[in-house]
């Protein structure tokens, strides 16, 4: 009987498929990139604009067309739910080319990348296999307001004494509360240990000073550290009140996820199984925790790290861009490539971002190269302008923008990037003032607009007891427009609608002492009751 030999699978270079699906040829570096050896981890520090997203759609369609994997074999990972969305809508998109083309011809359409972001593919580790930790896998994640609501109720109930020397508000002990439950979820902290240093903190006070002089502000440090101690045990009870109720939060999803692993070594083998190719985009943004989980699931695996230290921007959340120079330790393996090449950014721009890098680069942990343009870069002026004021910025912002969109032949749209929030309204009433039409993208600025905050202030009101200043928005607006001693007549009407009882009769002492000992700061009285004893009594 003769022997039939399958037919060898074609090789295919990254620079074919290009040229097979019409796309641009890769550069030297992306083609190293792309067909990087497959089986053993490496590091990619992609600048920006540099392509990476399509770089790794090519990684992934290089990996297709030389049979290394099925689409389904590959995961990809990264931060929001929109980035995770383009990534999945490019790789798709290319697959679908590729399979056009006839590069291959035995795909699936129902088979495609696994595409989520951190947090999620965590979570659903969790959901999974929560019972290898004792825990229900189908509680409902706590939002934002809901995880306020259940810190705020575990501070109001609390019995711990060290409450009463408390001068912070309500609010404020619930926004430490919740910030050091999730800084221990995000660094998998001992609790103990903490503590300690609070203690060890606080030892300073003890050291001679060494001059004439007192440091008061030393004293409010430790006053502030000394905190830590009772924040901790809050912390703790809020943590169990949400174990008891079943849910958890977005900060626990990872760190539930490596307790699993931990208690549940095989599932290191399953996922090794189920992903055979690895993709973790925006590497350099991962927690402590997040870095622990993945490596501890994925070292030696077919894993592909990209980042960059220079666009790091999640610190304020655990995240450490020494994530990047660990990643050989924690992965194993040493291949580290580079993309520097920017697309999307001209040459006297290029100047401008690397010689405000430049003071980072003596010290980094990983080495970074200076970004270069690409050959038909163009060479547009970059203006620097400095004023002495956030309104005189607006202005000569809003000034520059008007010249530029109203120029013959000049451009039909641009973007204005700020850092922080608080100042949209600042450069909003300027734009306004000149007359240039924007777009917030967002809700944030669009919140700060005068008619919605109105809009969700009357909300509010409906909605809450509580919300006395959002009533105090719209009695003295343009709407109804009470005048200041009206209102203060009614913060007045308030304050004696506390000690009288349903029926408008005043509560004997005892009554009223034991009432105000049973509300927090914050829950007695409200002018919104005050405003409705007027329509109603």
Known sequence: MTEQRETPRRAWSAAEIAAELRLPPPTAQQEAVIQAPVGAPALVVAGAGSGKTETMAGRVLWLLANGHV?????????????????????????IAQLVRAGVIDDHDDLEQPQIATY????????????????REGDGAVLGEAAAWQLARTTVTRSADLRLLEQDRSLDQLTEAVLAISRAIADNIADPAAIRGLA?????????????RYTYDWVAELVDTVGQLDLLVDLALEYGAAKRRRGFVEYSDQVTLALEILRAKPSLIDEQRAEHRIVLLDEYQDTSVTQAWLLSELFAGHAVMAVGDPNQSIYGWRGASAGNLAAFPRQFGGDARYSLSMSWRNGRRILDVANRLVEPFRAGAAVEVEKLVPRTD?????????FRQSVTDEAETVARWLDEQLSAPGGPHSAALLMRARKNHPVFLAALRERGVRYHVLGVGGLLAEPEVADVV???????????????????????WRIGAADLHELAQLSSVLKS??????????????????????????????????LATA
Request: proline letters at 3%; aromatic letters at 4%.
């Open 199 to 211: 203690a060890d903190f606080a030892g300073i006070l003890d050291l001679p000073l060494g001059s």
């Open 377 to 385: 870069a163009g060479a547009e002026p970059v203006g620097v302008s």
């Open 500 to 533: 009288r009882g349903i029926d408008q009769r005043t509560l004997p002492d005892e009554v009223r002492d034991r009432l105000r000992n049973s509300l927090a700061d914050g829950e007695r009285g409200s002018i919104v009751d005050a405003l409705d004893f």
């Open 457 to 479: 202030s009357a909300l509010s009101v409906v909605h809450s007891v509580d919300a006395g200043m959002e009533l105090l928005r719209l009695l003295a607006g343009s709407r």
């Open 119 to 134: 947090n999620s593919y965590a979570n659903r580790l969790y959901r999974d296999n929560a019972s290898a930790i004792g």
């Open 70 to 94: 099925r689409p389904a074999e590959v995961l990809g990972l990264t931060f929001t739910r929109k980035a995770a969305g383009e990534l999945a809508v490019r790789m798709n998109e290319r």
